[in-house]
């Protein structure tokens, strides 16, 4: 190891930045999250340093560097973007002893500046002695999705409550477990989501010696979590944050499962859903498990595909919570066709030409959908059908009965986001086709209605176009209508 590292007391102190460019600006935006006294010299400065200035929130001495500039300083950065002047400022600080970091000069600096997942008070400081920045980079943005925004909350209230455990508990080890439960177990999760009056009955009943089982009845909570399409990335951070602070998590069948790697390992799993085909688990018995669940006082994540709000039946799901007085939140997550749409480079919208597009289901409980079909066959509808292959034929051929033209362009993802990803761009005429010989399966997107070329953004590479080689009249299967709106192609 060559480069230690510490953590700098910079309250009060005084630190100098030489420099008025984007990257001096960069350092003073970190140093202001301290309470440095902060000197800014340079000739020329940003319009932010400026300001700053011009409000006294730093100090901005216009002219060039001068050796005695560093008299009292207790750090010292160099960001002139002039090597030379960069290296003045190296060896003057050195000279007097002053720790110094020239940006992107490990070898004019004395010290370095590492990455920062900033959690006041709570900070981790990421370095790769300039080996691998990106690493630093990627460590970064790993414990950023993994430490909730509040975290340092939770720091804070440790330490507001280190004296008084200290005297209510004055054995170390005792002491010790105490914390590890506070801080690991129920307290940090109502603390996490802002439960305070909660937080502060576990804290009683930990701090009187109370049997655990006869302390006040903990109230379960479930979020209702949108796990995206399939792709853990699309998760948002607050979904992961959830995810770790379950106790149980109730899945369903579109669920990856690679987002189940986030949730703490002891998390109890329960796998519902309904396989077509398979196993299948009622939405009353779904409800049922929610419910039984968070009244065992546990935290629930309820992980669905896409989001909560999108033919996800959350609403029935937030009723049942509801109704037994269950705390439940909605955590919202990627939906399939703004993913699917985004994978292939197929904009929903399109200034002037595309102004509205709808999200549509063609699986209803009684069989066939009950669409508008008059108003999605307009020629200026776009829209995404959810659950429609197995309706393909059925939805071609209503489409085609009222009016829409038998070119209308049409984008199918299959699997989107998910390494078996496939996409086709076909016609509306060709759709069930399509569909047939391409053995497309669910789950799948059909777009319908967005010209997949036009604005030159699809990407191509990622789309096989599918036009049906056979003369129409061959097609077997279509009605009169279609039949004579094919004619007309
Ligand atoms: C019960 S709905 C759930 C939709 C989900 N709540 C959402 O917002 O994406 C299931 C349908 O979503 C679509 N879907 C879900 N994941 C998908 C994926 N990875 N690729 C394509 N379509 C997907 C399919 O149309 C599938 O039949």
Redesign the pocket.
């Known amino acids: 190891m060559r480069y230690f590292p510490l953590f700098a007391d910079l309250a009060k102190a005084h630190v100098l930045v030489v420099g008025g460019g984007e990257q001096a600006t960069q350092k003073v935006r970190l140093l202001r999250k301290t309470s440095a006294h902060i000197t800014v010299v340079a000739e020329a400065v940003t319009d932010e340093l400026r300001e700053l200035g011009d409000q006294s929130a730093i100090w901005v001495i216009r002219r060039a560097f001068l050796a005695r500039d560093l008299d009292g300083q207790r750090l010292v950065y160099a960001a002139t973007g002039d090597r030379l002047l960069d290296a003045a400022v190296s060896r003057a600080a050195r000279a007097r002893s002053v720790p110094v970091n020239v940006v992107d000069a490990p070898g004019l600096s004395t010290f370095i500046m590492p990455a920062i997942v900033d959690r006041d008070p709570v900070t981790v400081a990421i370095a790769t002695e300039g080996a691998a920045p990106v690493l630093a980079r990627e460590i970064k943005t790993l414990l950023e999705t993994l430490l909730p925004a509040n975290f340092g909350t939770l720091a804070k209230r440790a330490q507001a409550l280190r004296e008084t455990i200290a005297k209510a508990v004055p054995d170390a080890r005792t002491r010790r477990r105490l914390w590890e439960r506070l801080l690991q177990g129920p307290f940090r999760r109502a603390i996490l989501r802002g439960a305070e009056d909660e937080a502060g009955r576990i804290l009683a009943a930990e701090l009187h010696g109370e049997d655990r089982l006869a302390a006040p009845r903990m109230t379960g909570r479930v979020a209702l979590i949108?796990c995206?399409?399939?792709?853990p990335d699309l998760l948002t951070l607050k979904a992961v944050q959830r995810l770790q602070e379950a106790d149980v998590l109730v899945v369903?069948r579109?669920v990856n499962p690679k987002v189940l790697e986030y949730a703490r390992r002891d998390a109890e799993r329960i796998f519902v859903g309904?396989t077509p085909g398979g196993p299948t688990t009622s939405q009353a018995e779904i409800n049922r498990i929610l419910v039984r669940e968070a009244e065992a006082g546990k935290v629930v994540a309820r992980l669905?595909?896409?989001?909560?709000?999108?033919?996800?039946?959350?609403a029935e799901e937030m009723a049942a919570l509801q109704a037994a007085g269950i705390g439940v939140e909605v955590v919202p997550?990627?939906?399939?066709?703004?993913?699917?749409a985004a994978r292939v480079g197929l904009p929903v919208t399109l200034r002037e030409r595309v102004r509205q597009f709808s999200?549509v289901?063609a699986?209803t409980a009684e069989g066939e959908p009950d669409l508008d079909w008059q108003a999605l066959a307009s020629a200026r509808s776009a829209f995404?059908?959810?659950?429609?292959?197995g309706n393909a034929p059925l939805l071609r051929k209503n489409l085609l009965a009222a009016g829409a033209d038998p070119a209308t362009p049409v984008v199918i993802?299959?699997?989107?986001?998910?390494e078996s990803?496939r996409a086709f761009a076909t016609t509306l005429c060709d759709l069930t086709d399509c569909v047939a010989t391409l053995a497309v399966g669910?789950?799948?997107?059909?777009f319908v209605g967005l010209d997949w070329d036009e604005a030159g953004l699809c990407r191509p590479e990622t789309v096989t176009v599918y036009r049906r080689r056979q003369p129409a009249a061959n097609v077997p299967a279509l009605d009169d209508t279609v039949a004579n709106a094919e004619a007309a192609l």
């Open positions: 949108g995206g399409p399939g792709d369903d579109l309904k669905k595909g896409g989001d909560p709000f999108i033919f996800g039946r959350a997550g990627v939906t399939a066709a703004h993913a699917c999200v289901t699986a995404a059908v959810y659950m429609g292959v993802v299959e699997n989107g986001t998910l990803e669910s789950p799948a997107v059909i």
